[in-house]
């Protein structure tokens, strides 16, 4: 079966983030108000084939976690979907 | 025969002729290794030079530390052969786990291209044997991600083994602790931001960096 992964990565809590803050300090600039706590990170997507959605998600953490970030300065999300057979995506 | 240093090229790695001369003007005698070969044979001590190894893609160093030579450089390093990472090198050590900490984007946003002033913090490690604690160079540095980070218990360690090599004088770009660089445990891997192979010449404006070459084909011998 093929499922769809999407990695979402963010900076880790307590490493400076200077895109996100520059992005907010432009905002009041602009004249947005009330936003607060803008971090920059950034998504991945592939197709990974495995037996279930368990293997998937199991395979696809270990990829994040060895390459796809580095865990001294990132964390990430993982979703995994299933690809329904004969969507055509 | 004259020490040889192998100066890793990854594609998009773009200071190793900077290294080479640095170390033929020293003495020694530069050897360029290309990334997808793991023969180091005859090789002294390894520089893994500035650039933006396979385009910095993902992160700096991420890819690299791939490399069929990397496989080698660590071998090379168990061994207690030199190592040493000038920049992206120093990137592609800490991805690749031989060194701790990270680098992430400099405090301010801005790349930095200017020469700064580091401090010699100790002489046990293979790039600062031949130098004295407490002198100050003028090293140029040129990076984004240059901003040296780890958790407290690292720094910790690095502070207690007395493995930190190098400190801004005027931190630049936010480096925690202002680490310009560092070394492993045994000492014989370092890497840090600034280049070095940059003030090894009159000309480039400075001739600190040197002293810290002499010291690598020392530590080489």
Redesign the interface.
């Known amino acids: 079966m093929q499922f769809s992964v999407l990695v979402d990565i963010r900076l880790r809590g307590g490493i400076s983030d200077p895109a996100g803050a520059t992005i907010e300090r432009a905002l009041p600039v602009l004249g947005y108000e009330g936003i607060d706590g803008v971090t920059v990170g950034k998504t991945i997507r592939f197709t990974i084939e495995a037996a279930d959605v368990e293997a998937a998600r199991e395979a696809a953490a270990e990829l994040t976690e060895s390459f796809l970030t580095n865990p001294v300065i990132e964390d990430a999300e993982l979703t995994v979907e299933q690809i329904s057979p004969g969507s055509g995506t | 025969m004259s020490t040889v240093v192998g100066v890793v090229v990854f594609p998009g790695t773009n200071c190793e002729m900077d290294a080479v001369e640095a170390v033929d003007g020293l003495g020694g005698t530069g050897r360029l290794l290309w990334h997808g070969d793991d023969d180091l044979t005859g090789v002294d001590a390894v520089i893994v030079p500035g650039g933006f190894a396979h385009g910095d893609y993902?992160?700096p160093g991420?890819i690299a530390r791939f490399s069929p030579a990397m496989a080698a450089v660590a071998r090379f390093a168990a061994d207690g052969g030199p190592v040493l990472g000038i920049c992206n090198g120093f990137q592609v050590l800490?991805?690749a786990g031989l060194l701790p900490?990270?680098l992430?984007?400099?405090?301010?946003?801005k790349f930095l291209c200017r020469p700064t002033t580091v401090r010699v913090e100790t002489t046990e490690s293979s790039l600062t044997g031949s130098a004295a604690v407490g002198a100050e160079l003028s090293i140029p540095v040129n990076h984004f991600e240059g901003?040296y980070?780890?958790?407290v218990p690292t720094l910790q360690q690095l502070r207690d083994e007395d493995r930190i090599v190098l400190r801004y004088v005027g931190n630049p770009n936010?480096s925690i602790d202002d680490i310009a660089g560092i070394c492993n445990e045994a000492r014989n891997v370092v890497g840090l931001m600034p280049h070095p192979e940059r003030a090894c010449n009159e000309l480039l404006g400075s001739t600190d960096g040197e002293v810290l070459i002499r010291s690598l084909l020392a530590a080489a011998a």
Not at chain 2, 104 to 109: A, E, H, P, T
């Open positions: 993902l992160r991420a800490t991805e900490g990270a992430q984007k400099n405090r301010g946003l901003n980070t780890c958790d936010g």
